[in-house]
T-cell receptor, first 113, second 115 residues
Framework: AQSVSQHNHHVILSEAASLELGCNYS??????LFWYVQYPGQHLQLLLK??????LVKGIKGFEAEFIKSKFSFNLRKPSVQWSDTAEYFC???????????FGQGTTLQVKP | NAGVTQTPKFRILKIGQSMTLQCTQD?????MYWYRQDPGMGLKLIYY???????DKGEVPNGYNVSRSTTEDFPLRLELAAPSQTSVYFC??????????????FGEGSRLTVL
């Protein structure tokens, strides 16, 4: 079955620490990849997306993600987190097979000031 | 623009009651979706619509119904509420399909508790 897996469920970091959140998917065919973020009390919003071209994509607020096709991964990174990055992060994948957007379980990031 | 608006934001239901979650968008998007979010489970697609008059099932459609009579509105109906439907529900819309890299625009969510 098609699935998206985020291995880190809850991450706690201090400000200025580096961040990497894992995302792996199991799909055949070509995929489009997304990271969404949900800040406390707010709705989900798009952080970044990949659909073709350079596998290293940059999003808002200094986030970036790298698509590694051989590893079926799309990990999210940020060199130095801020307290305002405290949020829940969702990886999502759509494939040519289904066209539907499937979400991972989400990772809660808590940044301590 | 208001974007995607969901009502109500909170609701408590008794087992067996029915209710409708309202969703409306003012962006003239063709595609609309209903997701539910459960702790540690991410978002699961309940139903989606590619345009007025067209709806289709997602991953977890059982216990729900939808309709799409206009481009703007996409209500989600629970006919016989069950405790398993306790969740946070999100409505979303997009101009293009996910496959065409369309960004989803989400509402603020509706928290439903069934007791």
């Amino acid at each position: 079955a098609q699935s998206v897996s985020q291995h880190n469920h809850h991450v706690i970091l201090s400000e200025a620490a580096s961040l990497e959140l894992g995302c792996n998917y199991s799909y055949g065919g070509t995929v489009n990849l997304f990271w969404y973020v949900q800040y406390p009390g707010q709705h989900l919003q798009l952080l970044l997306k990949y659909f073709s071209g350079d596998p290293l994509v940059k999003g808002i607020k200094g986030f970036e993600a790298e698509f590694i096709k051989s590893k079926f991964s799309f990990n999210l990174r940020k060199p130095s987190v801020q307290w305002s990055d405290t949020a829940e992060y969702f990886c999502a994948v759509s494939s040519s097979n289904t066209g539907k957007l499937i979400f991972g379980q989400g990772t809660t990031l808590q940044v301590k000031p | 623009n208001a974007g995607v608006t969901q009502t109500p934001k909170f609701r408590i239901l008794k087992i067996g009651q029915s209710m409708t979650l309202q969703c409306t968008q003012d962006m003239n998007h063709n595609y609309m979706y209903w997701y539910r979010q459960d702790p540690g489970m991410g978002l699961k697609l309940i139903y989606y619509s590619v345009g007025a008059g067209i709806t289709d099932k997602g991953e977890v459609p059982n216990g729900y119904n939808v309709s799409r009579s206009t481009t703007e509105d996409f209500p989600l109906r629970l006919e016989l509420a069950a405790p398993s439907q306790t969740s946070v529900y999100f409505c979303a819309s997009s101009y293009l399909t996910n496959w065409d890299t369309g960004e989803l625009f989400f509402g603020e969510g509706s928290r439903l508790t069934v007791l």
